[in-house]
């Protein structure tokens, strides 16, 4: 079930077809699959993304101002589950979004 609306986003409709990252929010989990962002872990993913609990309402505003927001605050983490060359290599169409991660 979709339950967080992320205000339509570039970066959302242009990952991979087979990209699954996980957003943590404190106590709630998220997973975006297909373009969407899906309450619930996701089994396996590419990428975890770990914010404060405050960040999750913030999402509307979209996913790189509150991303970028977090970093500049301290608030950001993120994990990588696969191999640096094998995510530049899924995700080498991503790369003009570089800044969205600060």
């Not at 996701?42 to 505003?61: G, H, Q, R």
């Not at 996913?63 to 899924?90: F, Q, V, Y």
């Amino acid at each position: 079930q979709q339950v967080v609306t992320i205000k339509s986003s570039e970066i959302i409709s242009e990952l991979p077809s087979d990209a699954v990252i996980s957003l943590n929010f404190g106590q709630e989990d998220y997973a975006i699959k297909n373009n969407k962002i899906f309450k619930g872990k996701s089994s396996s993913s590419d990428l975890s993304i770990v914010l404060p609990e405050e960040y999750a309402f913030k999402l509307k505003n979209g996913l790189c101002e509150t991303i970028r927001e977090a970093n500049s605050n301290g608030d950001l983490s993120i994990e990588a589950h696969a191999s640096k060359a094998s995510l530049l290599w899924k995700y080498k169409s991503m790369l003009k979004y570089e800044d969205c991660l600060g």
